[in-house]
Structure formats: structure tokens, C-alpha cells
T-cell receptor, first 114, second 111 residues
Framework: GGIITQTPKFLIGQEGQKLTLKCQQN?????MYWYRQDSGKGLRLIYY???????QKGDLSEGYDASREKKSSFSLTVTSAQKNEMAVFLC?????????????FGPGTRLTVL | QQKVQQSPESLIVPEGAMTSLNCTFS??????FAWYRQHSGKAPKALMS????GEKEEGRFTIHLNKASLHFSLHIRDSQPSDSALYLC???????????FGKGTSLVVHP
């Protein structure tokens, strides 16, 4: 088995601040994802990465940057945090060449912007 | 763009009931399908996945896929309060790294 860890668990920022969220996985999966989930809602894809140093925009990439410098890690940056923005950011990974509908998720980072 | 619609949005059932959750998808080329369960404050966790027409059963959970009718469902037998959660369905076509998730069904099972 493997695990996905996300840091920090809680992130509080100020409006306009640049904030970075980190994700690590030890599944040895090639493909990694960042999603945003608003309270009680479904998942919206922000960025994904097929392999190290690859970045692909999802449906909600505006206002975010991502970085995949190592196979095991995938970072997300909120470029300018918006006031009253509250959401959980979920990192996930998926087996290469398999069923990309089946993903393994980390516990999430809960963001609050004051 | 591929779309996935989940119904109902929310559902309240008594303990012991059979619960049925539904997904319809727009792309007949979709190949891979998965159901997730997400307890409050926790990460989504894949319950079951399927890629061919038919049924798959694991314990109290059964998933059913009908590609011709673009329909994918999850059935929970003998529903328990611990089944109360947000249920998400996802699909993707072969070689497509980007799955499409539904918006979820919120299930409450009351004792």
C-alpha cells in the first residue's frame, strides 16, 4: 500500500497573499492531480501532471500555478488569495496505464482567506 | 466536454433500506467508471470501479454499468448509518488522464 500526504492540513492566509500547498505520494504513481472542493460539493480539477516536470491545466487553473519537480511530489500555488475563499484542496494520484477514473486521495488542505 | 450527472442530489433513507444512486454520462466512448465515498471531513475513497457492461458486487455494495443507456449506478443493500456520506461517481475514456466527476449525492441513513 501507499499513502498521500498533504501539508499543511490547515492554511490561513491574507487577501492577495501567495500561498503554496504541498503533496507527496509513495505509490510510485506517474499521474498526480490537484482538485478544489467547496463545502459539500463535487471536485473541480485545477492541474494535473502525467509525469515529472509535466503540467496540464484543468478546468479551474486560473489563479493557480503548479510544480512537479519530482515524481513523488506535486505543489500547488494560489497566486493571489481571494478574500472569503474557503475550500478544501485535494491531491490525488493514479496508476499509470490503468483506470484513471480510480484515484487515491490525500487528506486535503483546508484553506481560509481572511 | 464530457459531462456526468448524478441523481438525486441528496437522499435520506432508514437503516436497513436498499439505496440506489445514479450517474448518467454523455460520452459513449467512456471506458472506466468508479464510485467514491467521502465521509464528512475526510478524503474521497474509491469504493469500486468497472470497465465493462454488467454488475460487480462487493459485500453490501453493487455497481451496475450500462454503456448503451449511458447509465452507471451504485446500490447499497442494508444501508447503515455509517454509510452516511457524499458519494461521487467518475468516468474517463481510455488513455484520458482527466476523469470527470459528478457533483455528488449526499446520503443520510438514519437509525
Amino acid at each position: 500500500g501507499g499513502i498521500i500526504t498533504q501539508t499543511p492540513k490547515f492554511l490561513i492566509g491574507q487577501e492577495g497573499q501567495k500561498l503554496t500547498l504541498k503533496c507527496q505520494q509513495n505509490f510510485n504513481h506517474d499521474t498526480m492531480y490537484w482538485y478544489r472542493q467547496d463545502s459539500g460539493k463535487g471536485l473541480r480539477l485545477i492541474y494535473y501532471s502525467i509525469t515529472e516536470n509535466d503540467l496540464q491545466k484543468g478546468d479551474l487553473s486560473e489563479g493557480y500555478d503548479a510544480s512537479r519537480e519530482k515524481k513523488s511530489s506535486f505543489s500547488l500555488t494560489v497566486t493571489s488569495a481571494q478574500k472569503n475563499e474557503m475550500a478544501v484542496f485535494l491531491c490525488a494520484s493514479s496508476r499509470t496505464g490503468g483506470n484513471y477514473a480510480e484515484q487515491f486521495f490525500g487528506p486535503g488542505t483546508r484553506l481560509t482567506v481572511l | 466536454q464530457q459531462k456526468v450527472q448524478q441523481s438525486p442530489e441528496s437522499l435520506i433513507v432508514p437503516e436497513g433500506a436498499m439505496t440506489s444512486l445514479n450517474c448518467t454520462f454523455s460520452d459513449s466512448a467512456s471506458q472506466y467508471f468508479a464510485w467514491y465515498r467521502q465521509h464528512s471531513g475526510k478524503a474521497p475513497k474509491a469504493l469500486m470501479s468497472i470497465f465493462s457492461n454488467g454488475e460487480k458486487e462487493e459485500g453490501r455494495f453493487t455497481i451496475h454499468l450500462n454503456k448503451a443507456s449511458l447509465h452507471f449506478s451504485l446500490h447499497i443493500r442494508d444501508s447503515q448509518p455509517s454509510d452516511s456520506a457524499l458519494y461521487l461517481c467518475a468516468q474517463t475514456s481510455g488513455g484520458n488522464y482527466k476523469p470527470t466527476f459528478g457533483k455528488g449525492t449526499s446520503l443520510v441513513v438514519h437509525p
